[in-house]
């Protein structure tokens, strides 16, 4: 087998392994059989405590989880003969890499902790130091969050040494710190903290940093330099890479400077929801009545993707069916019974694979004064089909077909460069321009020097009252609009350079690899998954009832790239005549069994058991039954794949229950 990523023997797998193979940073997990699957739904410890790892979203990496009890650890050690302040004893913390982050989530638990109950609980957020010393913000008993502008800052730390955030909360609101953690995507990733645990010097010296002792290790660890122009050339080399993929019919050429670039993809979300939010803010007056932005979720979206907008960044949700007449949506716009301020849609949808109009949604974005958000992950970030040119902006999961290597997370933003809001937006993201000033001239031109703010350096660090800081200005409540496109800015710089490297490195064929996938997929859906007796239905988007509208996005040739042509996907979702039959498919299936998709290798999950565990009714009202079986195909030959799916398609056809 030519292709790389591919895992040639799965059948040897077992229970827990990480995915890929011997990988310590895989995001995914081998779940072999059904019982296993369900077992990690229920958080049953046979099955948990032999993961390794997991999809680094719904699984804390265990070397994040030792880092942060090391850091909290060095705390209480550094002022364990002074008041600090805090109590961090029956304590567990998050680490993020931002500050803006790190106010989100102290927010976030503020709002899910029981006042009513006996503790007395605070939620400092805890500034770590590459040094080993330890910021502490405090916070206000009685008061809202106190945002204090700082100084100039001084230069930045080495790159890859930058301050990581931690925020402790009590053992018992673990549940909440993981619902923020897979939600936001906004956590470090298990790179950045196995670089902390590796390299940090303060691990391996026998006092605390504060101590004047000088008792270190003979030879403590020298860490690996990270250079500022090779990571800056990774990012401009994926920024043009995705730029080349999106500037194919029927969009208009697009930028590199159009490609905003994140950690993970739901962070990527958050970003662009973020900024949006500040847009249809900033148009308020002092004298209006408060503003609840509100968004519209258009289909089957993912479950993180709703609690992220709804829960988290407080927007009010309506939720529409693919089976919604879109005539029903525009009745209610035109009456002013629905009033949005954003729309969401996946093209094509995970898991049913279904294709919203989004030719018409644009048009009813335009006309009602509405934002227009596609997420095409699953069309394959360009490569199969552009909607770009229908839409105010894209965001994509570069996590999966775009790495391909199932080792690394990221996340993009792409604006329509003809878009109505393209100006602002990009303002927003770039510099934090006020939105009402506009970031361009009268042809929706940005200014060069614009252009030149996104790299002149790391935004400020957190904006807090950490100790020991002066502070020359106290701007009380939400920050303003400016701040915010610059906590942007530092959300999109806060992606670790080793990270970025590894992303690089596997996304230089991705185009290719995304359509030799996907022209393994078509191939089985035609040849063995539809045609088979025990096969109810098989959700694709070449012959379902959505193929014309994917059809008019599906990348073509073109006179100038004759080769260019768009295939049909590499997701394939499955519903059998029974339960058991489904059952019997997914044990027989002699491949990676586990969460994600887009992996090189073809990866098979019981996807609403993963996904929508806590929410199977509500999951069914939308067509997404429990039993549910979903293919990610990968790169392998036909003839080892063929060989494979009709084994398990037998062991279908065999179960009589």
Not at 208 to 216: A, I, Q
Not at 471 to 485: L, R
Not at 543 to 562: A, L, W
Request: glycine fraction near 8%.
């Amino acid at each position: 087998m030519a292709e790389k990523g591919i895992i040639e023997h799965p059948e040897l797998l077992k229970l827990g392994e990480p995915l890929p193979p011997g990988n310590p940073h895989g995001i995914s997990v081998h779940l072999p059989t059904w019982e296993d699957t369900l077992g990690w739904a229920k958080r049953d410890p046979r099955v948990v405590d032999t993961m390794k790892t997991g999809y680094p979203r719904f699984f804390i990496p265990r070397v994040v989880e030792r880092l942060a009890d090391r850091l909290l650890e060095h705390f209480t050690q550094i002022h364990s003969h002074s008041d600090s302040g805090f109590d961090l004893k029956n304590k567990h913390a998050l680490i993020v890499s931002t500050g803006h982050h790190a106010l989100m989530c102290r927010h976030f638990f503020r709002q899910k902790f029981d006042p009513a109950s006996d503790q007395k609980v605070t939620f400092p957020i805890l500034i770590a130091h590459w040094d080993g010393t330890i910021s502490a913000v405090r916070e206000h008993e009685h008061d809202l969050p106190t945002i204090k502008a700082q100084p100039p800052p001084p230069p930045p730390p080495p790159l890859g040494q930058e301050d990581i955030f931690l925020v402790p909360y009590p053992t018992n609101m673990f549940p909440f710190a993981k619902s923020f953690w897979q939600h936001t995507g906004f956590g470090i990733s298990s790179r950045r903290a196995t670089y902390w645990m590796d390299s940090a010097p303060f691990f391996f010296q026998s006092t605390p940093p504060t101590s004047t002792s000088s008792d270190h290790q003979p030879n403590p660890p020298t860490p690996t330099p990270f250079d500022e122009s090779t990571t800056t050339t990774a990012l401009s080399l994926l920024r043009t890479r995705l730029a080349k993929s999106y500037s194919s019919l029927p969009s208009a050429p697009v930028s590199p400077s159009d490609i905003f670039l994140y950690p993970t993809g739901m962070s990527s979300t958050a970003a662009l929801s973020t900024a949006i939010k500040s847009l249809v803010l900033s148009t308020s007056t002092p004298s209006d009545p408060p503003r609840i932005p509100s968004v519209a979720l258009f289909g089957f979206l993912y479950v993180d993707t709703l609690k992220l907008l709804s829960v988290l960044l407080g927007f009010h949700l309506h939720l529409f069916p693919y089976s919604t007449p879109l005539s029903s949506l525009s009745e209610s716009l035109e009456s002013g019974d629905l009033q949005i301020d954003l729309l969401v849609t996946e093209f094509p949808g995970n898991p049913l694979m279904q294709s919203p109009d989004v030719s018409c949604l644009y048009e009813m974005s335009r006309r009602h004064g509405f934002a227009l958000v596609v997420d095409d992950t699953v069309g394959g970030t360009g490569a199969n089909v552009n909607v770009l040119g229908r839409c105010d902006a894209v965001v994509s999961s570069l996590t999966k077909m775009v790495s391909g290597g199932c080792d690394v997370m990221g996340g993009c933003l792409v604006l329509n460069p003809e878009g109505g809001r393209y100006a602002m937006l990009k303002g927003m993201l770039e510099g934090g321009n006020d939105p009402m000033e506009g970031n361009g001239n009268a042809n929706g031109e940005v200014d060069e020097r614009e252009e030149k703010k996104r790299d002149s350096g790391y935004a400020d660090d957190l904006n807090g009252e950490a100790e020991g800081e002066e502070t020359k200005e106290e701007v009380k409540g939400e920050t303003t609009s400016k701040q915010e496109g610059a906590q942007r800015r530092e959300e999109e710089r806060a992606w670790f350079p080793a990270d970025i490297a590894v992303m690089e490195r596997n996304s230089r064929d991705f185009v290719h690899r995304v359509r030799k996938a996907s022209a393994n997929a078509e191939w089985l859906v035609h040849n063995l998954l539809r045609p088979h007796a025990s096969v109810q239905e098989v959700y694709y988007p070449k012959g379902s009832s959505t193929e014309d509208i994917y059809e008019q996005f599906r990348v073509k040739p073109t006179d100038e790239s004759p080769e260019e042509e768009g295939g049909y996907g590499f997701l394939v979702s499955i519903k059998f005549l029974t339960p058991a039959k489904a059952r019997a498919f997914y044990d027989a299936m002699a491949v990676a069994k586990g969460p994600s998709l887009g992996t090189n290798f073809t990866l098979c999950c019981a996807y609403t058991l993963l996904a929508h565990y806590r929410e199977l009714e509500w999951a069914a009202e939308f067509g997404v039954v429990e039993d549910l079986v979903r293919i990610s195909v990968g790169l392998e030959e036909k003839e080892w794949l063929g060989e494979r799916v009709s084994r398990a398609l037998k062991a279908a056809g065999e179960c009589d229950e």
